[in-house]
């Protein structure tokens, strides 16, 4: 990675002084099925000094309790209450603005769409109020067209995460939601509304969680455009964990600082 002249490089997280830690997932605790080295036991540590901590992911295919249950495989202490998916932002803002009952054309899992029923939507094909775009590795032309034609009649469109791509396992990467969302909106001629990261919601949320001011926390991520960016968003030191998505060029945020890893 191309040294970045405004951030500060650190030998270990603990050069520098926090009472809270918020946490991207994918790229900084696992790849796909397996721990990140360094990530397990610097958050046990962590739990053992009593700091708190609260997951936060742009990924919306599972719950936080489906989360929670994958994290503490790892060997990391974690309750649901400890995750934030973008699915909890985008239901808190689409329940919000849309009356229960409204129709939601979902692109997603299966995970995904149960928490939009259960948040008071009908999940319809068409005549939808709002469509929902989270990961689908189903998705296809069909469901491109059926978002396409509920945007053109009216429907809003929500993304839960801009992510174009996302780090796997193997050291590999794979299309993220924000390349699914892109398809849509680009068709249906739209901007979408975005809820995951880089907007700040979903940080304040997890201040909320943890029981810190901004000033007392920091962000751990892998990518610039959406974890960094969302800490800066929300006035939260960013250190950026180069375990993920590699950084090409140069950014228009900056972290804070940059970490090799945990």
């Known amino acids: 990675m191309n040294i970045m002249l405004t951030s500060q490089r650190l030998a270990s997280v603990e050069e520098i002084q926090f009472k809270a830690v918020l ?12 721990a ?22 742009n990924n919306a295919e599972k719950s936080p309790a ?21 699915a909890e932002v985008a239901l808190d803002y689409a329940t ?12 997603g899992s299966a995970s995904l769409k149960a928490r939009v029923e259960a948040a008071g939507f009908e999940l319809v094909e068409s005549g939808a109020r709002v469509v929902i775009v989270a990961l689908d590795r189903k998705f296809d032309y069909t469901m491109m067209t059926t978002a396409v034609r ?22 590999s990467y794979e299309p993220g939601t924000g390349a699914i969302i892109a398809s849509i909106a680009t068709s249906a001629r739209v901007t979408p509304t975005i809820l995951g ?13 943890v029981g810190a001011e ?15 960016k969302a800490a800066r968003n929300a006035g939260v030191r960013s ?5 993920g998505v590699p950084v090409k060029g140069t950014p228009s945020t900056m972290p804070d600082y940059v970490l090799a890893h945990l």
């Open 23 to 34: 946490s991207d997932l994918d790229g900084v605790v696992y790849r796909g099925e397996d």
């Open 197 to 209: 990261k880089p907007a700040p919601e979903i940080i304040r949320m997890a201040l909320e969680v």
């Open 150 to 171: 509920n945007i053109l009649a009216g429907a809003e469109l929500i993304g839960t995460n801009p992510d174009v791509i996302r780090p796997i396992a193997g050291g």
């Open 36 to 57: 990140i080295p360094g990530a397990v036991e610097r958050f046990n540590l962590w739990q053992k000094q009593g700091l708190r901590y609260c997951f936060i992911t």
């Open 96 to 107: 919000k603005k849309y009356p229960v009952g409204s129709g939601a054309y979902v692109i």
């Open 66 to 86: 489906e989360f929670a249950e994958k994290i503490r495989r790892l060997g990391i202490d974690c309750a649901p209450d400890q995750v934030l998916t973008s």
């Open 214 to 228: 901004a000033r007392d926390a920091i962000m751990l991520g892998d990518q610039i455009d959406t974890d960094i």
């Open 239 to 243: 250190v950026l964990l180069e375990t």
